[in-house]
């Protein structure tokens, strides 16, 4: 049998168009999940890239305590050395120290005061290895355990700054991950009321058709036919978002620094979004038939009075 397309899409414009705000929230939410959908499978790598050095590996310097002895000094570094938290780590004599006084002191334009360099204790630059953003709590305690050591005048960390900025990075990710499942869960609810809607409007018309052998894909083929037109404009606008998103993501690689490209390619954004496609398709579409068949066993049930 020859489908009349000009009748089923003339349907399915007088259905649209009797809901346009429902049937515009529909594409919006499709459209959303397209786009949020390809950025949480590619946002762990986004996100690592984007995150600041400081975040990724913590540092901390310790001052020794001018009365320490070069012997307990030593000690301390063999602590530090033999620790996991320990990745690099290098002393700054106090001559060094003096030197950066002085530099500072004369890039604002006044004359540093130093009685003898030589007694100005220096103090150890290090970097602390992963272990301490995997286990801030214990690598924080090591801290305050060389804070408490008599050669030591103070430890400066990085290591809270450090796992609070990493931790944000990764509620970031959480929230595109529940976003994508708000958006896909109000958008098949959204096609379930449209199905139903265009059901209702031409309730009898649909019977009529059952009455007269129209085949179960003639019926279902204005649910249907409405079904992919979201499909179809919901996708190509979350593509263009998703490469439109490539130019902001730019401006965030300069508000943090990275000196790499962050931004996922053509291709792989292009592969996620074909992938999110798919699925969004398949729940559109089970959700248009799920309607239709409750739709339709509701319908059977009804006493029919047929008026002119």
Not at 1 to 27: C, H, N, Y
Not at 86 to 106: N, Q, S
Request: overall charge positive.
């Amino acid at each position: 049998m020859k489908i009349p397309w000009g009748f089923v899409i003339s349907r399915v414009l007088q259905d649209i168009l009797k809901e346009p705000f429902t049937f515009a929230a529909t594409v919006l939410c499709a459209t959303l999940v397209c786009f949020t959908c390809p950025i949480v499978m590619g946002g762990k790598n986004v996100l690592a890239c984007l995150m600041p050095p400081w975040a990724n590996r913590a540092a901390a310097m310790i001052s020794w305590n001018a009365k320490a002895s070069e012997k307990d000094r030593k000690k301390v570094i063999e602590i530090i050395q033999n620790s996991k938290w320990y990745e690099t780590l290098r002393e700054v004599p106090g001559e060094e120290v003096a030197k950066e006084v002085e530099m500072l002191a004369k890039s604002f334009g006044k004359e540093s005061f130093l009685a003898d360099p030589s007694t100005m204790p220096g103090y150890l630059e290090i970097t602390l290895s992963r272990h301490c953003l995997e286990e801030p709590q214990k690598c924080q305690a090591f801290m305050d355990e060389l804070a408490s050591n008599a050669a030591v005048d103070s430890v400066f960390s990085g290591v809270a700054l450090a796992s609070e900025t990493k931790l944000w990075f990764e509620r970031i990710r959480r929230f595109f991950i529940i976003l994508t499942v708000l958006f896909l869960f109000v958008m098949v609810t959204m096609v379930f009321l449209l199905t139903r809607i265009s059901f209702y409007r031409r309730m009898r018309e649909i019977y009529l058709w059952d009455l007269l052998g129209a085949s179960p894909l003639f019926k279902r083929l204005a649910c249907y036919t409405q079904a992919v037109s979201i499909i179809v404009l919901a996708w190509p606008l979350s593509l263009l978002a998703l490469l439109y998103s490539k130019r902001y993501l730019k401006h965030l690689e300069h508000f943090f620094g990275t000196n790499q490209s962050c931004s996922l390619s053509v291709e792989t954004l292009l592969g996620s979004s074909i992938v999110t496609l798919f699925v969004v398709a398949s729940f559109i579409l089970i959700m248009a038939e799920w309607a239709f068949r409750k739709s339709w066993n509701l319908s059977i049930k009804m006493d029919w009075t047929w008026t002119d």
